[in-house]
């Protein structure tokens, strides 16, 4: 009977224990690193009020998604389009069809002491190519990042997408491509506006936002997974509420 008794102790102990029982309680959230700063302060008042605390992989939308068809145990997406979103929906991944929580806009971007000039209609970038100044342009690469996606849609309005094909640099996601153009491994970028109004940045970087007529609407839209749990559908709801939503205005975006 003793035996049988502390081997249920020993079991119970080990199941109180298990990373699988635990990672309920800290759900691993899936989130485009177009939003990484803000979330960062997001998650910090999360915990705050609620006393929860949630993980965040950040990668593109697109890498994020492939890794939810793939099996990986998110609770919940936040990608920087709804496109990901639908087809995870049709292929029955999803609780529902999403919600949009904001929308984001685009910013050139270069390094502080660059000569670069910068405009909303990048006539200045233009001219900084044709004279030699860029030799590498970031952006997201656009097969797998919605920010990416915006650049390519700016350059091509613009009539400068043949012009810069030679000079392009690709970042793998929104942030990788804000970080080359921040330290200057590339002269100017085409990056996120919340990324570019990250603090970090502010003492290395210049930036201008850009018309949002240059690009289709960026809908940063969020979804609930199929094993999703009670901390991730209370951090889902706290997106949406006043306190999340000024830490996302603070960052360059919108309500929707």
């Known amino acids: 009977m003793n035996i049988n008794r502390s081997r249920f102790s ?3 102990l080990i199941l109180l224990f298990s990373p699988v029982l635990r990672a309920t309680d800290v759900p ?9 700063f803000a979330l960062q302060d997001i998650t910090k008042a999360f915990h705050q009020d609620t006393g929860k605390n949630v993980r965040i992989s950040y990668s593109s939308s697109g890498n994020l998604t492939r890794q939810i068809q793939q099996g990986s ?10 496109i990901y979103i639908a087809r995870l929906y049709q292929q029955q991944k999803t609780l529902d069809q999403g919600t949009v929580y904001a929308l984001g806009r685009m910013a050139i971007l270069t390094t502080k002491n660059s000569p670069i000039l910068l405009d909303k209609d990048l006539h200045k970038t233009k001219q900084a190519l044709q004279k030699g100044q860029i030799q590498y342009f970031a952006i997201a690469n656009p097969e797998h990042s919605p920010y990416g996606v915006a650049a390519r849609e700016i350059l091509q309005k613009l009539n400068l997408w043949e012009l810069v094909q030679s000079h392009l640099v690709l970042g793998e996601n ?18 996120s506006y919340s990324l570019a109004l990250a603090p970090i940045l502010q003492n290395r970087t210049r930036y201008l936002l850009l018309p949002a007529n240059l690009h289709q609407p960026l809908q940063q839209t969020m979804v609930l ?10 951090f889902f709801k706290y997106l949406q509420q006043d306190k999340a939503q000024t830490i996302l205005s603070r960052y360059g975006y919108t309500t929707p």
């Open 10 to 12: 020993l079991i119970l």
């Open 28 to 36: 691993v959230i899936a989130a485009a690193s177009s939003v990484k």
């Open 73 to 82: 145990p998110f609770e919940l997406f936040l990608s920087a389009n709804s």
């Open 174 to 191: 929104a942030a990788q491509a804000t970080q080359f153009a921040s330290s200057g491994a590339a002269q100017i970028g085409l990056v």
């Open 225 to 234: 997974l199929n094993n999703t749990g009670n901390t991730a559908k209370l």
